[in-house]
Nanobody
Framework: QVQLVESGGGLVQAGGSLRLSCAAS????????MGWFRQAPGKEREFVAV????????RYADSVKGRFTLSRDNAKNTVYLQMNSLEPEDTAVYYC?????????????????WGQGTQVTVSS
């Protein structure tokens, strides 16, 4: 079992930055692809970014490319999502997810474990 806990969400003005963290316990994250997803009110959950378990494959949604950066620190068993130039459209609950030996896919049904989510609100 892997337990994932997100943190770092909050309220920020448009153009600002936030860094989300996803800390894992129970298993080492080095064998997991780690993805970030988000869900805005009234909308379906959508893919944001992912890094494969080996770190060789990294993908971003078109809507966040150039603004968001995903990184992982295996020593700390933590994954980060640096979000810059935030826009009101980025307002959502952000979730991290883990996929054992995953290649890094944007499909949420491929993921085995999920965190509880952290709220990000961007004001205009």
């Amino acid at each position: 079992q892997v337990q994932l806990v997100e943190s770092g969400g909050g309220l920020v003005q448009a153009g600002g930055s936030l860094r989300l963290s996803c800390a894992a316990s129970g298993r080492t994250l080095s064998h997991y692809a780690m993805g970030w997803f988000r869900q805005a009110p009234g909308k379906e959950r959508e893919f944001v970014a992912v890094i494969s378990w080996g770190g060789s494959n990294m993908r971003y949604a078109d809507s966040v490319k150039g603004r968001f950066t995903l990184s992982r620190d295996n020593a700390k068993n933590t994954v980060y999502l640096q979000m810059n130039s935030l826009e009101p459209e980025d307002t959502a609950v952000y979730y991290c997810a883990a996929d054992y030996l995953g290649p890094g896919t944007p499909n949420d049904h491929d993921y085995d474990y999920w965190g509880q989510g952290t709220q990000v609100t961007v004001s205009s």
